[in-house]
């Protein structure tokens, strides 16, 4: 008969016209995932000369097709109200530990802190956290963009993202 298929072993007979199966639906992507501020940072206000303030919060999510290695950022402080010197001591933490070299005295522009691989896993998150000493001026405002660049961990796909940070003022 035609559309049948017989077991090797059993010798049953199976009509195939009737068995049809339908597979599983494969979706290729690279794990290009997303960077975006920190939900819940906002703008707030700081005395001058205050050390290790959080002036940016920024978190990376790793899509679910592969896991993302990050390898630098830049940071551009941006300043309003007063001049880049009051700005000192740019950290970049990652899960409260330092990533990169600090940069005592930032110029006006990005900053870019290099580092050896982060690997944030498919489906997770990782977050970067900007700190700086904000110096003497009265009144002022940073805000602290970042970019990163990263890979996906099999495609090796590499991406450049960036988001906007949130306003921190300095006023006595």
């Known amino acids: 008969a035609t559309n049948n298929a017989q077991g090797q072993s059993s010798n049953e007979l199976v009509d195939v ?15 290009a995932g997303s960077f975006s501020r920190t939900s819940g940072f906002t703008a707030v206000t700081v005395a001058p000369n205050t050390s290790n303030v959080k ?3 920024f978190t990376v999510q790793a899509d679910s097709s592969e896991d993302m290695k990050i390898n630098s950022a830049g940071v551009n402080p941006a300043v ?11 950290t970049l933490k990652s899960n409260g530990m330092t990533v990169g070299t600090p940069i005592g005295n930032p110029a006006a522009g990005t900053s870019t802190f290099s580092f050896t691989d982060i690997v944030v896993p498919a489906n997770g998150t990782r977050t970067f956290e900007v700190y700086a000493d904000i110096g003497g001026a009265s009144t002022g405002s940073t805000t602290a963009s970042m970019s990163i660049t990263s890979r996906g961990s099999v495609s090796n796909t590499t991406v450049t993202s960036s988001a906007a940070g949130a306003t921190i003022t300095s006023a006595a």
């Open 17 to 31: 016209a009737s068995a049809v199966v339908t597979g599983n639906t494969l979706t290729v992507s690279s794990g």
């Open 55 to 57: 002036i940016g919060s």
């Open 80 to 90: 309003s109200g007063y001049a880049q010197t009051n700005i000192s001591n740019l």
